[in-house]
């Protein structure tokens, strides 16, 4: 069974850091990229950032972009964001998703699509708050 499962998440001051992970289980990860979404109330699910499974190329939202670093690590089939300067605008629940291997074996990641119908494998969610 495929299963994505993130962990990490919590409660940080502005500034702080945080490290979240995404453990993958039923599939090996090396053939798939990965990407991390994010979705706060009242907002639209924000792909924040992908990194390719042929060479590690990632991608970062601007909003995130010199804070935020994706990792994956193939030997522990997880994958990794590393989150530094927090702030209160990051809060929101983190997601790791991907899908086909027919898409996203060679995707990459330029981007992090946003048509959620791309993503068949997704995991339930992390919080993250940043509050002082």
């Known amino acids: 069974q495929v299963q994505l499962v993130e962990s990490g998440g919590g409660l940080v001051q502005p500034g702080g850091s945080l490290r979240l992970s995404c453990a993958a289980s039923?599939?090996?990860?090396?053939?798939?990229?990965m990407n991390w979404f994010r979705q706060s109330p009242g907002k639209e699910r924000e792909g924040v950032s992908c990194?390719?499974?042929?060479?590690?190329?990632?991608y970062y939202a601007d909003s995130v972009k010199g804070r935020f670093t994706i990792s994956r690590d193939n030997a522990k089939n997880t994958v990794y964001l590393q989150m530094n300067d927090l702030k209160p605008e990051d809060t929101a629940v983190y997601y790791c998703?991907?899908?086909?291997?027919?898409?996203?074996?060679?995707?990459?990641?330029?981007?992090?699509?946003?048509?959620?119908?791309?993503?068949?494998?997704w995991g339930q969610g992390t919080q993250v708050t940043v509050s002082s």
């Open positions: 998703a991907t899908g086909s291997p027919s898409l996203w074996r060679d995707y990459p990641c330029s981007s992090v699509p946003g048509y959620i119908y791309l993503y068949d494998y």
């Open positions: 039923g599939f090996t990860l090396d053939y798939y990229a």
């Open positions: 990194i390719s499974a042929s060479d590690g190329s990632t």
